[in-house]
């Protein structure tokens, strides 16, 4: 709203809400992406947040028409999910198994839990051993609005979460403590988790630029329906990640594309 006014000031028009006009706002948005060259994310939280503005307004009785009647939002062309690939990912497990270091445990564990159940990593910072069910092999995991979901354990995580507690002194695995500390033995911040992974896939040989923790989080849910497709579907994927729609979880349909182009190019008809 400041720069709408700020737009409005500029150009000596009225701030009475009922002089502002469409055509007003249909020029706003054409300054905004012609001085600021906005990308159309950007165009689109602008106009959702003048929308809101209105709708609150009309509700109020603060304004006779809504001005934001007819005005279109532009179309944002959807990013593929950035992931991994499998043979990156295994190739990153192994460094993880054969690394070497006080902390390479909680590496181990942490990247690993990260690869097998998809949560934030804001989530993984705040878990807790009281989250932690090793001998029912889950986790429970607290998503947005503190809704808990339970995801299983992988096989291949509980050997590793065994050992990596074992290894620990009791006052720290007392249920309401933290799981992941840093070298201090404090809460490892989302920020200090950022810095560990990407010097661990650099140390690792992989690229660090390329790939951030949210990509993990793309990988498993991209390598779940690429290697598994029998067992699972959206409606899994959707449970295990915490949406709360399925709308949100259909960007990784475009896996089925992937498998459809490669089942194009090695279709040889040629030969």
Known sequence: MNSFIAFLESHNRSLELNDVTKAL???????????????PLSIHRKISALRSFTKYCVNEDLIETNFMNGIEKPKI??????????QELRHFLVYLKQAEGRLAPRNKAMFTLLATTGMRRSKLVELTWGQLDLN??????????????????HPIVIPILHDFKSNL?????????????????????PRG???I???????AGLDSKRFSLHHMRHTFATLLLQENSKNVDLRVIQELLGHESLLTTQVYTHVKYEQKKKAISTFNIFD
Do not use: C, S, W
């Open 193 to 195: 988790l950022h810095k």
């Open 136 to 153: 029912n092999a889950v986790v429970r995991i607290l998503g947005k609005g503190k809704k808990e979901r339970i995801v299983p354990l």
């Open 169 to 189: 002194p009791d006052y720290i695995i007392h249920a309401t403590n933290y799981m992941f500390l840093n070298k201090n033995n404090k809460q490892l911040n």
């Open 197 to 203: 992974f990407k010097e661990t896939l650099a140390a």
């Open 77 to 86: 062309d959807k990013k593929l999910p950035v992931y991994t690939t499998l």
């Open 25 to 39: 706002v249909r020029r706003y948005i054409q300054e905004r992406v012609k001085n600021d060259h906005l990308a």
